[in-house]
């Protein structure tokens, strides 16, 4: 019997590394829902290649648009919030979770709720809410599968293992677009210089972020959240190669490395394909021709993230939303050109700092309602922060 399966952020470079797996054996699967944003055309023709039930656009003034693109095709048009909350209600097996930020967490915890596996790509749930999304799935007795490179790869190095016998697990940063820029260069970086990345073909604003390490930051967390790690038992190495996603250390010294192409389709197919492995379209390393591997540790002052990281860690509670309201935010004020690309850190600590001494909040329970409380007031308390720069 076919599978059902529902995308969420179906027309960014996610979604459309999951389509591009799915449209290869189009009989194994039925798509019930895709979801995308401004990109009507992409939303459509995906829907109608793949035979979807329902096409839902965030943007809920192109509805006519998108019941335009797809007329004829007896396939559903939808938009809005609220639409897309109720495409994740709709009964599938896979779900991918690919919307980019906060938005993305709602509709994963609705498709958790209703028992599909989820192919968890959006980061930012694990950071904003882990232990409400753990939590839902143990409740529903559903699966979560790790769709970042690195904690794909982290996954795949524990099979068969017991998380007693961890020592530490490693994950790596390729460094992003500055790497190898003078420290002195990065203030004057533009968006468009932190955009271009090294080794990954990704949305502009993980690319932005891997630049930062804004993506390693949230990534140290999503590890804790996802695997239930100490903090202190995660460490960073910038790794230029990006050929080498993590490791785990067990207590007996061994350390288990993760070796692939930097292409999503791997941590994707793994995903779609457990407990199976199945042939993926990936590139097979040639480790001869690539003949070194670096290695080396992140430095401080280039990337204060990986601080603010540990700090929010430290904090818990809601501390995880604040964080990653603030850095979506700062991001924001980046692109738009009003803040500059060191101080995004520097916006966000602010932003981290009054809102932990307000007292009460970074405390409250990890509910949605109070995930999304947070998460309002501390956009709106970032934009008087870069306010106040600008
Ligand atoms: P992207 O920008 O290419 O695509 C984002 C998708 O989300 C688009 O379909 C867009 O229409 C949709 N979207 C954006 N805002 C929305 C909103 N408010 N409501 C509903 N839909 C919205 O992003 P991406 O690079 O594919 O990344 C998607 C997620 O996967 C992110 O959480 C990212 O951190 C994570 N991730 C990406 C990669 C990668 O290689 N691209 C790797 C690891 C993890
Ligand atoms: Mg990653």
Same mark, same amino acid.
């Given at each position: 019997?076919?599978?059902?399966?529902?995308?969420?952020?179906?027309?960014?470079?996610?979604?459309?590394?999951?389509?591009?797996?799915?449209?290869?054996?189009?009989?194994?699967?039925?798509?019930?829902?895709?979801?995308?944003?401004?990109?009507?055309?992409?939303?459509? %023709?995906?829907?109608?290649?793949?035979?979807?039930?329902?096409?839902?656009?965030?943007?809920?003034?192109?509805?006519?648009?998108?019941?335009?693109?797809?007329?004829?095709?007896?396939?559903?048009?939808?938009?809005?919030?609220?639409?897309?909350?109720?495409?994740?209600?709709?009964?599938?097996?896979?779900?991918?979770?690919?919307?980019?930020?906060?938005?993305?967490?709602?509709?994963?915890?609705?498709?958790?709720?209703?028992?599909?596996?989820?192919?968890?790509?959006?980061?930012?749930?694990?950071?904003?809410?882990?232990?409400?999304?753990?939590?839902?799935?143990?409740?529903?007795?559903?699966?979560?599968?790790?769709?970042?490179?690195?904690?794909?790869?982290?996954?795949?190095? $524990?099979?068969?293992?017991?998380?007693?016998?961890?020592?530490?697990?490693?994950?790596?940063?390729?460094?992003?677009?500055?790497?190898?820029?003078?420290?002195?260069?990065?203030?004057?970086?533009?968006?468009?210089?932190?955009?271009?990345?090294?080794?990954?073909?990704?949305?502009?604003?993980?690319?932005?972020?891997?630049?930062?390490?804004?993506?390693?930051?949230?990534?140290?967390?999503?590890?804790?959240?996802?695997?239930?790690?100490?903090?202190?038992?995660?460490?960073? $190495?910038?790794?230029?190669?990006?050929?080498?996603?993590?490791?785990?250390?067990?207590?007996?010294?061994?350390?288990?490395?993760?070796?692939?192409?930097?292409?999503?389709?791997?941590?994707?197919?793994?995903?779609?394909?457990?407990? %199976?492995?199945?042939?993926?379209?990936?590139?097979?390393?040639?480790?001869?021709?690539?003949? $070194?591997?670096?290695?080396?540790?992140?430095?401080?002052?280039?990337?204060?993230?990986?601080?603010?990281?540990?700090?929010?860690?430290?904090?818990?509670?809601?501390?995880?939303?604040?964080?990653?309201?603030?850095?979506?935010?700062?991001?924001?004020?980046?692109?738009?050109?009003?803040?500059?690309?060191?101080?995004?850190?520097?916006?966000?600590?602010?932003?981290?700092?009054?809102?932990?001494?307000?007292?009460?909040?970074?405390?409250?329970?990890?509910?949605?309602?109070?995930?999304?409380?947070?998460?309002?007031?501390?956009?709106?308390?970032?934009?008087?922060?870069?306010?106040?720069?600008?």
């Amino acid at each position: 019997m076919a599978r059902k399966v529902s995308i969420f952020g179906a027309t960014g470079s996610i979604g459309q590394s999951t389509i591009d797996l799915i449209a290869r054996a189009p009989r194994a699967y039925e798509v019930v829902a895709l979801s995308g944003g401004q990109n009507i055309a992409r939303l459509a %023709q995906d829907a109608i290649r793949l035979g979807a039930k329902i096409a839902v656009t965030a943007d809920e003034s192109r509805l006519d648009e998108l019941r335009g693109a797809l007329a004829g095709s007896g396939i559903m048009a939808a938009a809005g919030r609220t639409a897309l909350l109720e495409a994740a209600a709709m009964p599938a097996d896979w779900v991918m979770s690919a919307i980019v930020g906060a938005a993305g967490l709602e509709p994963g915890l609705i498709a958790l709720r209703g028992g599909a596996t989820l192919a968890l790509a959006n980061k930012e749930s694990l950071v904003t809410a882990g232990p409400l999304l753990m939590a839902t799935a143990r409740a529903s007795g559903a699966r979560i599968l790790p769709v970042d490179s690195e904690h794909s790869a982290i996954f795949q190095a $524990l099979v068969g293992e017991q998380m007693e016998a961890v020592e530490r697990i490693i994950i790596t940063a390729s460094g992003g677009a500055f790497r190898d820029w003078p420290l002195e260069r990065l203030a004057h970086a533009t968006p468009a210089e932190a955009a271009t990345h090294p080794n990954w073909d990704m949305g502009q604003r993980i690319t932005i972020d891997s630049a930062s390490m804004f993506n390693k930051a949230l990534e140290v967390i999503e590890t804790k959240e996802y695997f239930g790690i100490d903090p202190r038992q995660i460490e960073v $190495l910038v790794h230029p190669q990006s050929m080498v996603h993590a490791l785990v250390g067990f207590n007996d010294g061994a350390l288990m490395a993760h070796l692939g192409a930097p292409d999503m389709r791997h941590a994707i197919g793994y995903a779609l394909h457990y407990p %199976q492995r199945r042939d993926l379209p990936v590139e097979r390393l040639d480790l001869a021709k690539l003949g $070194l591997l670096e290695f080396r540790a992140p430095d401080d002052l280039r990337y204060p993230a990986l601080r603010l990281a540990r700090e929010v860690m430290a904090a818990g509670g809601l501390s995880g939303a604040v964080f990653n309201a603030a850095k979506e935010r700062a991001l924001d004020g980046f692109i738009a050109g009003r803040i500059g690309f060191m101080q995004m850190a520097d916006v966000v600590e602010e932003a981290l700092t009054q809102m932990s001494s307000q007292g009460g909040h970074i405390d409250a329970d990890i509910t949605l309602d109070n995930v999304h409380k947070i998460d309002q007031l501390t956009r709106a308390r970032t934009d008087e922060v870069m306010e106040r720069l600008g």
